[in-house]
Each structure stands twice: as structure tokens, then as C-alpha cells.
T-cell receptor
Framework: DTGVSQDPRHKITKRGQNVTFRCDPISEHNRLYWYRQTLGQGPEFLTYFQNEAQLEKSRLLSDRFSAERPKGSFSTLEIQRTEQGDSAMYLC?????????????FGPGTRLLVL | EDQVTQSPEALRLQEGESSSLNCSYTVSGLRGLFWYRQDPGKGPEFLFTLYSAGEEKEKERLKATLTKKESFLHITAPKPEDSATYLCAVQPVSLGRGSTLGRLYFGRGTQLTVWP
């Protein structure tokens, strides 16, 4: 396994701009999760996919946020009209369910700074 | 509401000084409890999964245990390279109707510093 990869690793943008992040899961992992982490806090769930279907979205995910996972492979997370409060580390995790159990493996994250 | 509380928030140990980190949880039903290690600026690294009360798992100097309401991460004779933030997360059982919700609920973590 090559691990979960995320791109870019860092992003600085101005308030009001749109940004898009990419996540490549571990191959053959059918589940893909997005979390957000701010300083001193644990990761907070945003949304997740099973294959290409988006099965759950958190209340944290405002209408400025959209996520896709075309063909059940990589995923993108787009934030429109960024706000300073969107500054955070965006983490992607993938997993494969087996016998009702799963372990989520995280990528290195994309650190977003909104000026 | 599902909640995870970790204590202490920060812990400083001298090399070789054993201690324990606590994770208490409130969840409607527990599918699994997870421990992760996170280094500054990096994503969480998986350590252990525990599924039922009484279960224990070990890896090098780390040992994780689980009761019905809390989990402990015991660190025996820590070294400076064990310095990191340790995160605890729970995965509730899925709801009925065939749903398979998988989200994790994380605590805020314990920041461990081990000095020589």
C-alpha cells in the first residue's frame, strides 16, 4: 500500500476565492472520509463516500462546501467563497470494511490558510 | 450526543517514566475505539482498534485497554521519540435500516512530551 495521498499539502488563498483539494485513497479501499482539524482540536467529520455514493454529510458542511468521488476512486473537496473561518487542516481517510470492522487510515492533510 | 473526553490535555514525562492516558466516552453503542498518534503538521497515524470491554492490545512500549466507559493508553519506559499528540476516537454502531455510518468522533487529544 502506498498510503493515502493529498494534494496540495499547503494552500494560501484570499477570502472569497474558491479552492479545491484532492485525495487519493489506498487502492481497493471502498470508503473515503473527509475531516477538518483546527489547532488544539481533534478531527471533525465532514462527509464520507462508499464507492461513489456520498452517504453522510455533517452539519459543519455548509452549502459552500462540495465533495465528489467520481468512479469511486479519488475524491475532491471544493470550498467556494472561502472565509477566514475555513482556515484549518483538511484530512482525508480511507478504509475497507471487512466482517463489519474497518480501520480508517489518514493522509498527510492539506493545510488551508485564508487571508 | 456522542462524546469523547481525553485527559490530561498535556503530559510531560522524563524518559523511562511510565504513565497512562485516559479516554472516556459516551456513545449509544460502541462499534470500535481507536487510538491514533499525530505528529505536528501530519495526519493521524493508526495505532490500535479495540472492540469490546476487557480487550487489550500492545505495540512496542504502548498498551491499550478498554472498559465499558473508558480506554487507557499505557506508555511503558517512554523515549523522546514517543513525543506526539495521542488521539482517541470512537465509532458508534450503525443505525438500523441497513445504514452503515462510519464516522469517527475524536477527543481533543493528549499532547505527550518525553524529555531525556
Amino acid at each position: 500500500d502506498t498510503g493515502v495521498s493529498q494534494d496540495p499539502r499547503h494552500k494560501i488563498t484570499k477570502r472569497g476565492q474558491n479552492v479545491t483539494f484532492r485525495c487519493d485513497p489506498i487502492s481497493e479501499h471502498n470508503r473515503l472520509y473527509w475531516y477538518r482539524q483546527t489547532l488544539g482540536q481533534g478531527p471533525e467529520f465532514l462527509t464520507y463516500f462508499q464507492n461513489e455514493a456520498q452517504l453522510e454529510k455533517s452539519r459543519l458542511l455548509s452549502d459552500r462546501f462540495s465533495a465528489e468521488r467520481p468512479k469511486g476512486s479519488f475524491s475532491t473537496l471544493e470550498i467556494q467563497r472561502t472565509e477566514q473561518g475555513d482556515s484549518a487542516m483538511y484530512l482525508c481517510a480511507s478504509s475497507r470494511t471487512r466482517d463489519g470492522q474497518e480501520t480508517q487510515y489518514f493522509g498527510p492533510g492539506t493545510r488551508l490558510l485564508v487571508l | 450526543e456522542d462524546q469523547v473526553t481525553q485527559s490530561p490535555e498535556a503530559l510531560r514525562l522524563q524518559e523511562g517514566e511510565s504513565s497512562s492516558l485516559n479516554c472516556s466516552y459516551t456513545v449509544s453503542g460502541l462499534r470500535g475505539l481507536f487510538w491514533y498518534r499525530q505528529d505536528p503538521g501530519k495526519g493521524p497515524e493508526f495505532l490500535f482498534t479495540l472492540y469490546s470491554a476487557g480487550e487489550e492490545k500492545e505495540k512496542e512500549r504502548l498498551k491499550a485497554t478498554l472498559t465499558k466507559k473508558e480506554s487507557f493508553l499505557h506508555i511503558t519506559a517512554p523515549k523522546p521519540e514517543d513525543s506526539a499528540t495521542y488521539l482517541c476516537a470512537v465509532q458508534p454502531v450503525s443505525l438500523g435500516r441497513g445504514s452503515t455510518l462510519g464516522r469517527l468522533y475524536f477527543g481533543r487529544g493528549t499532547q505527550l512530551t518525553v524529555w531525556p
